[in-house]
């Protein structure tokens, strides 16, 4: 028997960039998403987990695995809207899509932010073929476990979808 | 289907080092096991390919993934024997078995590295928990790939051996 | 005879950010200056510059050496604005004054950039105890050749200023 | 007034490798020399110190800074002797003169890392133009830092030799 695990919260974007049309977890159902939760002016989402981020996006099919950045800023609002945002996707040659974390009305910390609980920046969440949460860090994590967590999880097989009876 | 692959060759081994006995392949059915194939004057050997065999070795479970390192001299014998192998391996703290590739009688290059085929130090083996050669590479491998094979081989199960009769 | 080299043109900054008071290259006269000429979202400042910036405020004596940051944005000005530049100062932990450089009137390059001919960010600029330029450098340099350059202004002794008749 | 330095002890060497003769300090007076005391299977010795001795032999001009090699072996004698050094310098590229320190009789420690009282490898002296240590210093050492010294020193000049009657 396997554990079970949290299907992961819906992600809450008021706004996509690098993407053709507004994703959900939900259409990558199937595939193992990796969520990179980032500010653009924190340093070490600069030096470690977007690099991080772009290599595993460039190591795997993305019939596997799917990279999604999401700017979830909670300080410094004024200066890291979606406008800075784009240009700093551009400088720093950012592939995925990204999205912006939506803001919370009286609150500091954006709406998929709170879904998830996380600490700062950067975190990391990994998402299973079947939507389920594997991985939920706030920090730097090594090449090496998170290539042999992703290389398991691809792996593995998608669940069927229940039976539906009518 | 899955695609056969070829069964790892025996390892020819005058001696191991960090090792209670005799290691062979067959002893290791069963687990997943990473061959580090280096010489101890090597400079990618030390840079690169021994610290990645010792981030495998401290990154996953031993009864999942069994990393062996094999002293494959092919230049420069006199002053790469076992004894400054040993100064090395203490020098240098490598926490796994390290075999000394055995002499070929009139020829530089070691038994087993005529059985793999390889072309230099570093190379890599990775032979998966049914003893089949899964990876076989010369010079440098990037963390996030290795760690993304060793985690999808760690998910395999092993077959079940065949059926005897009696 | 020592070679002549061209005082520095003065520096206009319309804002400096880590400073008590408005800073000229003329109060500094008699130490050595390095000016680190950067972009907050250029991703080889971020990496390269500033760090090596922040290395020779730390590995010299203020009163021989003084770290000078100047905001040279020629390209996204509308995200590059003294507001997110205090922001990535304080989340960088810029420890030296930045100058804003100083808009011009038309044109996409401010003016203290026009003055000096950089070709865009990072670029460094050496001045020498008695305000001449020493080194003028877009793109990066290794600290062992720039120590060796300070290493050098510093021993070289100011010349006395020229005697006045009355 | 400058501060008095010591004189540079002699070297003791037994071999140079390298280099087309005996070398000696005397010899390259009015040049500034880098000693650079290492073991050929110490770890921050390859991993940093020969580095960082090759980039200064790379960074200055050989009229202004000499760099040269010691191999202080103080344990595991065996299995670093000539032979090994120079397959080792071979494999490492080392480009500059290596000396082997001179053995002392019923003595670990060789002769020359006795006279310069050097606690380990790396190590790392600095010898003016006029044949005095200004830096002797075991581990580590900034690229930085260590730069500014040079270049301050290649700034001095040799003393002129004294004066002799006949």
Known sequence: MKPEFETAPALHVSEWINADKHITLADLRGRVVVLHAFQMLCPGCVSHGIPQAINIYNAFSRNDVVVLGLHTVFEHHAVMGPEALKVFMREYRIPFPVGVDDAVSGSDIPMTMQAYGWRGTPSMVVIDRN????????????????????????????????????
Chains 1, 2, 3, 4 share one sequence.
């Open 131 to 166: 939507g389920a949460v594997r991985l939920n860090h706030f920090g730097m994590l090594d090449d090496l476990r998170v290539g042999a967590l992703l290389g398991q999880l691809v792996t593995e097989q998608a669940s069927p979808p229940p039976a539906k009876s009518f």
